[in-house]
């Protein structure tokens, strides 16, 4: 647990410096492809640690049992989640991407209509549901660092890309809403509006159903009855 716990604040914490404070100085000095490299080696090997303890912790008693019902609506989630990390990958001005100028002037779509940060979302949903699931002390410290990692993480997204897209962020951010369905809930938007397209429906539900497929001998999703 001790190393588990290690691990978490090291991959969280790793982010954190090197996707901000640690950024520009380091692109500075190295280059930034030489940067992105580091970058990348030290997310893989902290998650790699993570993940290795993870798996040498004891998983320990659970604090309440997970019901058939519970499974349900917890695969109903996932689904949701799988549907906004599809759709976070195509048009999505908060990832580094050379348009995402041209992206924060068009009208909110797809799954910005729901959040304008539907991968980070989709990490908190990931967590939440396999906490909900499996609610012993390992997988808590693992999963709840994910959240907040992605939640933190969203919040300092929001702040960078003010200071990268000037005034066509803040455009952006007065027309999508940071909590999901936040702008439908304070009537700025209709729900109808809040509707993935039907590709980023298909691509989530394939996502979703392999993942749940391959998520080993527990049964997940649909599969869990099947």
């Known amino acids: 647990m001790t190393s588990l716990i290690a691990a ?11 996707s901000h404070p640690l950024r520009a100085p380091l692109i500075a000095r190295m280059g930034k492809g030489m940067f992105l490299a580091f970058y990348s ?3 893989l090997m902290s998650f790699l640690w ?16 997970s019901s058939d019902a519970l499974w349900a609506i917890a695969s109903a ?4 989640a ?3 990390f599809a759709g976070s990958l195509s048009g999505n001005p908060a990832l580094p991407d050379p348009r995402a100028r041209m992206y924060v002037t068009k009208p909110a779509e797809g799954v910005f209509t729901i959040t304008r940060h539907p991968m980070m979302w989709s990490f908190i949903l990931w967590s939440t549901v396999h906490i909900v699931l499996m609610p012993t002390n390992a997988n808590i410290v693992l999963a709840g660092s994910i959240i907040f990692l992605a939640f933190f993480g969203a919040l300092a997204q929001d702040r960078k890309k003010v200071r990268q897209l000037g005034t066509g962020w803040q455009g952006w951010r007065g027309r999508t809403a940071f909590v999901p369905f936040g702008m439908q809930l304070a009537g700025k938007a209709g729900w109808r509006d809040a509707i993935p397209s039907m590709g980023e429906f298909t691509a989530g539900t394939i996502i979703w159903l392999g993942a749940t497929w391959a998520h080993g001998g527990m049964g997940a999703g649909i599969w869990r009855w099947i």
Do not use: E
């Not at 978490?8 to 090197?18: I, N, P, R």
């Not at 993570?50 to 049992?65: C, E, L």
């Not at 989630?77 to 949701?80: D, E, K």
């Open 8 to 18: 978490c604040v090291v991959f969280v914490g790793s982010h954190f410096l090197l």
């Open 41 to 43: 080696l030290v997310a």
């Open 50 to 65: 993570m993940i290795y303890a993870f798996r040498a912790t004891p998983g320990g008693t659970a604090y309440w049992a």
């Open 77 to 80: 989630a996932m689904l949701f």
């Open 82 to 84: 799988s549907i906004l």
